[in-house]
């Protein structure tokens, strides 16, 4: 009799999870209660990855994922043997996520689809297992370089109607967690200005811009400090109500994790994210 091998599956970070900067170890627990499934940290970590296993301690199934450990300031030799550091320790609760950052920042800045190609090559000679790490992806052809390379895409900054074409792209099995912000404020002047203010640095990043545009949005949309249809369109306010129904449209566009970056205070983020977990369906 033959035997088949089973293929991994695509990740399982349940349905939501947090997004930020940095989050310390008693917040994660207090997220993990919550029943968030992961907690991603963006702002392009170093390749140690010191930070990862402070967290997991202090969890009991709450996942960590990186959005994003840039290609470009994080070698992927160090960076393979953080991931196996990690694995080791905790497995299956570390999910690499790995992108090309911005043309803007870079010095030397290759064709992203070549430089994230030959990242993956030798994530795949260190042993970085393609289930457990995902590419930051936007444009057509990284999607697929996602879906074909990795578990999957992260993209980030970007609508249900791009989470809609991101999943024809990725096909049915690959993994897609689009990164979606909130202000939870019934005040549209004050979300709005909050928003404002996240986003003013990435009306002024290429890729971010084509894909706006690819979305439908015009050149006076995105002109700083950006249009009320575009800042609506990107950062989702009002009730927890009107939140969480915000969110729960990139599920139905495809998604199967959305990590929630709220625009708040560090001290404000537990209890934000609190308010959100029953209209989330988590408590």
């Known amino acids: 009799m033959t035997q088949t091998t089973a293929q991994p599956t695509?990740?399982?970070?349940?349905k939501y999870g947090s997004f930020g900067r940095g989050v310390t170890p008693?917040?994660?627990?207090?997220?993990?209660?919550?029943?968030?499934?992961?907690?991603?940290?963006?702002?392009?970590?170093?390749?140690?990855?010191?930070?990862?296993?402070?967290?997991?301690?202090?969890?009991?199934?709450?996942?960590?994922?990186?959005?994003?450990?840039?290609?470009?300031?994080?070698?992927?030799?160090p960076v393979s043997e953080s991931f196996h550091r990690i694995e080791s320790a905790y497995p299956g609760r570390f999910l690499l996520g790995i992108g090309v950052g911005h043309r803007e920042a870079i010095g030397e800045y290759r064709k992203p689809l070549d430089a994230l190609t030959d990242y993956l090559n030798k994530l795949d000679e260190y042993g970085v297992p393609k289930h457990r790490r995902v590419v930051a992806a936007l444009g057509p052809k990284v999607l697929q370089l996602s879906a074909e390379r990795s578990a999957g895409a992260h993209?980030?900054?970007?609508?249900?109607?791009?989470?809609?074409?991101?999943?024809?792209?990725?096909?049915?099995?690959?993994?897609?967690?689009?990164e979606h912000k909130a202000v939870?404020?019934?005040?549209?002047?004050?979300?709005?200005?909050?928003?404002?203010?996240?986003?003013?640095?990435?009306?002024?990043?290429?890729?971010?811009?084509n894909n706006f545009k690819r979305l439908g949005f015009t050149d006076e949309d995105l002109?700083?400090?950006?249009?009320d249809r575009f800042i609506d369109a990107v950062v989702a306010y009002g009730t927890v109500e009107a939140v969480a129904a915000r969110l729960k449209e990139h599920l139905d566009a495809g998604a199967d994790h959305v990590p929630v970056q709220v625009l708040t205070s560090p001290e404000k983020l537990v209890p934000a994210l609190a308010e959100l977990a029953g209209p989330l369906g988590l408590a």
């Open 10 to 14: 695509k990740p399982d970070l349940g």
């Open 26 to 77: 008693a917040q994660a627990k207090d997220i993990e209660a919550l029943g968030y499934g992961a907690v991603w940290v963006g702002g392009s970590p170093p390749a140690e990855l010191e930070w990862v296993e402070p967290i997991l301690e202090a969890t009991t199934t709450l996942q960590v994922a990186t959005g994003i450990v840039n290609i470009w300031t994080a070698d992927a030799g």
């Open 155 to 178: 993209p980030y900054l970007t609508t249900p109607e791009h989470t809609a074409q991101a999943r024809e792209v990725l096909g049915p099995d690959a993994f897609l967690a689009p």
């Open 184 to 209: 939870l404020t019934t005040d549209a002047d004050k979300a709005r200005t909050v928003g404002r203010k996240a986003l003013d640095i990435y009306l002024g990043l290429t890729n971010y811009l």
């Open 223 to 227: 002109a700083k400090p950006g249009s």
